[in-house]
């Protein structure tokens, strides 16, 4: 599928537009920004709300994270990965297996390599899935145990909406 935006692919594949962008008109601005589809409605609804359920439903309690042990920190690793595996997993069914955008908003027009040997597995997609769970997922984890031990032990400042409802409401 050809993409359908102005503009060229080089010999590579890699998609450059015809025009340079301009200065954004203001109105034009803020109905990106508020209207629907924009920039908030409806993504940017859906990806605030995973933290703030994560954060309200499958965070431990800040009483429990005052000390390092492995119950509290093993269960966060667990859930960042079933979280990003639920993200990205949707994300990727739908624009690489379902190719539901074809090559539209994509820079280059190759689908993920197989069969190639400058991957660990030969395929692109399992030493993404790899690297992201065996190295990225654990760094994000670990800097999240560190900033709630950080929070709980009131190293740095933590504001509790249940503690402090007056600083955190709009006036």
């Known amino acids: 599928m050809e993409?359908?935006?102005?503009?060229?692919?080089?010999?590579?594949?890699?998609w450059r537009p015809d025009e340079v962008l301009g200065y954004a008109r203001p109105m034009a601005f803020l109905t990106w920004l508020f209207g629907y589809p924009g920039y908030f409605l409806p993504w940017g609804v859906v990806y605030m709300a995973f933290p703030v359920i994560t954060w309200l439903w499958f965070?431990?309690?800040?009483?429990?994270?005052?000390?390092?042990?492995p119950g509290w920190i093993a269960y966060i690793l667990v859930?960042?990965?079933?979280?990003?595996?639920?993200?990205?997993?949707?994300?990727?069914?739908?624009l690489h297996v379902l190719k539901a955008q074809g090559t539209d908003f994509k820079y280059t027009n190759k689908w993920m390599?197989?069969?190639?040997?400058?991957?660990?597995?030969?395929?692109q997609v399992l030493d993404n899935l790899f690297w992201t769970f065996v190295s990225g997922v654990p760094f994000w984890t670990a800097w999240e145990a560190v900033t709630m031990w950080l929070y709980a032990n009131k190293l740095i400042p933590y504001v509790d909406w249940r503690e402090h409802p007056s600083t955190t409401a709009l006036r």
């Open 79 to 94: 859930r960042n990965a079933i979280l990003l595996a639920l993200v990205l997993g949707a994300w990727h069914l739908r």
């Open 59 to 69: 965070t431990p309690p800040m009483s429990e994270m005052t000390t390092f042990r």
């Open 113 to 123: 390599a197989r069969d190639k040997s400058q991957f660990m597995f030969s395929n």
């Open 3 to 14: 993409t359908t935006f102005a503009g060229k692919r080089n010999k590579r594949g890699d």
